[in-house]
């Protein structure tokens, strides 16, 4: 196995985790809430007068983060190496995934475990041996 030493960031990474756990943090402290990402945008259908602010504001950082760092010069175009068709069916199993999980891989892999949620725990590690194996199959045995 090779590292892409042009891709391999660790600080940056580093930076990137601790700024996602400290958001974490400050949305369970101040508001009480998981910064799942499912059930912040689930929670937009059946909105709440006192739950509306703080949920748009989540998914407008969402989308304006990478807005802003386009507009200061930085790549955000990623590197996907599938077709539309793909997309749309990876995306439909991941949300059937949330559903029967109760969350999404950032609210169990970053709120719940933090925590100590066995189930969190036990949902992350379901996770990632499906995308293990998922990896696995399509490149090793499929030939992708």
Not at 63 to 76: D, H, T
Not at 78 to 94: K, R
Not at 98 to 114: E, F, L, P, Q
Request: glycine share 18%.
């Amino acid at each position: 196995m090779l590292i892409d030493l042009e891709s391999f960031t660790p600080g940056l990474s580093l930076t990137g985790g601790l700024l996602i756990g400290a958001a974490a943090a400050v949305l369970v402290f101040f508001n009480g809430r998981i910064a799942g990402i499912s059930g912040i945008l689930g929670g937009l259908s059946g909105m709440q007068d006192k739950d509306v602010g703080w949920r748009i504001a989540f998914v407008a950082g969402l989308v304006g983060a990478p807005i802003l760092a386009s507009l200061l010069g930085k790549s955000i175009a990623p590197d996907i190496q599938a077709g539309w068709s793909e997309i749309i069916v990876a995306g439909f199993l991941v949300g059937i995934g949330t559903r029967y999980a109760s969350g999404c891989t950032s609210g169990h892999g970053v709120c719940g475990i933090s925590r100590g949620s066995i189930r969190s725990l036990v949902a992350t590690a379901t996770f990632m041996a499906s995308g293990f194996l998922t990896v696995f199959v399509h490149r090793h045995l499929l030939g992708g």
